[in-house]
């Protein structure tokens, strides 16, 4: 499985190592489901650790030994109801072959939550709603 994750993503797994979304790098690790990214996320990421928590900056970084950063992709406005500065995430996940996009981005992304026919194909997820599939596969399983 190849999981896209947003800067928002990275920003709360570098300053809570102990947070859920620290977490979600831990699972895939041990499932060896590919984490992907683009520049745009993690210079995103970098540009808000850097502002609010300097000293969790090196986290950031060590965040990327985990990471394939993939590269941008043309964004085409009107393809995805999504505002301009999130097209870049979008279609560096749909142009990475990521089956999910994890945000936590309910304001922007929120009308394509959950549902690949609006996402072209994508699952957008939060991360609850990731982890807790997760949780219910392994009870199913």
Known sequence: MR????A???FTAAHRPEGKSASVIQVAQANDWVLC???YALEEARRNLERKYPQCL?????QLLNLEV????PCSEGLVNLPKKDLPIFFA???GNAQILLT???KDFGALMNDKAKAKGLLVQTLNDFLNE???SKGEG
């Open 3 to 6: 999981i896209f994750l947003d």
């Open 8 to 10: 928002n993503i990275l």
């Open 37 to 39: 990214t683009s520049r």
């Open 58 to 62: 090196q986290a950031h970084l060590d």
């Open 70 to 73: 993939i590269p941008e992709f």
């Open 93 to 95: 996940a749909l142009g």
């Open 104 to 106: 936590g981005d309910v």
């Open 134 to 136: 997760i949780e219910r």
